[in-house]
């Protein structure tokens, strides 16, 4: 519970140096290359594959009832309302969370944080707010660009490769698919930006106060860490939002 509680102190602050003057744009505008550009083409692979592999295993579940008529919606409000927002989190926290916990923690442990204590540039404003701010903007835009790629997979499978009909796969997309379900699924991807920005941070930050190792392997278990625990916490706020939701 202590360690909760200064996970959220950590937050609290990131956050109201986000919002008061300088703000670090060069910095934020840095980490949003960093985190959602460059993350794009794993993504895209991730997406186009779950696309896919929905489109093939509900085709054939969904004939089995005679509503193949419904495979577009199906796709699309599993990918819009769940899959999209988690398995966006998860691949940018494989990818970006980890970097930036290893980054933070190997600035920690080369007393460069410390450094910038005697210049009085503030750590947090200077390291962990730009990165919150860059995930909170990066993680949306993944999770959109994540649910179009993954309807288009199912697409390809669907109704190019196993006949599905081409109108109705985007005509129920059109009649099922409500302003709800995709003002759901970018809530999800916001929780879930503050949640793996904040946990990553946090670990690297304070990766010099582990008890189980000190040196590089303490920024190897903070990485490892901070990995595990945003993929499960990403699962458990993902019912918990979803539950609020319904």
């Not at 005697?118 to 947090?124: A, N, S, V, W």
């Not at 059109?174 to 920005?197: N, P, T, W």
Request: include cysteine; charge should be positive.
């Amino acid at each position: 519970m202590r360690r909760m509680g200064l996970m959220g102190i950590f937050l609290f602050r990131a956050f109201f140096y986000m919002f008061t003057p300088p703000v670090k744009l060069d910095r934020v505008l840095k980490q949003i290359h960093f985190i959602g550009a460059k993350s794009f083409f794993v993504i895209f692979l991730t997406a186009s594959f779950t696309g896919m592999v929905l489109g093939l295993q509900l085709f054939y579940t969904l004939t089995k009832f005679g509503s193949e008529g419904v495979l577009g919606s199906v796709v699309a409000l599993s990918l819009i309302r769940e899959l999209g927002p988690v398995l966006t989190a998860i691949m940018i926290t494989a990818r970006a969370g980890s970097a930036m916990t290893a980054e933070i923690g190997i600035l920690r442990i080369s007393e460069q944080i410390d450094a910038l204590y005697t210049m009085r540039i503030d750590p947090l404003r200077y390291l962990v707010s730009p990165r919150i701010a860059a995930a909170i903007i990066s993680f949306p835009l993944l999770t959109a660009f994540f649910d179009l790629i993954g309807i288009i997979g199912g697409y390809l499978t669907g109704v190019l490769l196993l006949g599905a009909d081409k109108g109705g796969y985007f005509y129920r997309i059109h009649l099922y698919v409500e302003l709800a379900d995709i003002r759901g699924g970018f809530i999800k991807s916001l929780v879930f930006a503050i949640l793996v920005s904040t946990i990553c941070c946090f670990q690297g930050y304070f990766a010099h106060l582990r008890t189980d190792s000190y040196g590089a392997r303490s920024v190897s278990l903070a990485t490892t860490s901070a990995v595990v625990f945003s993929c499960v916490t990403i699962l458990i706020s993902d019912y918990v939002v979803t539950s609020l939701l319904m």
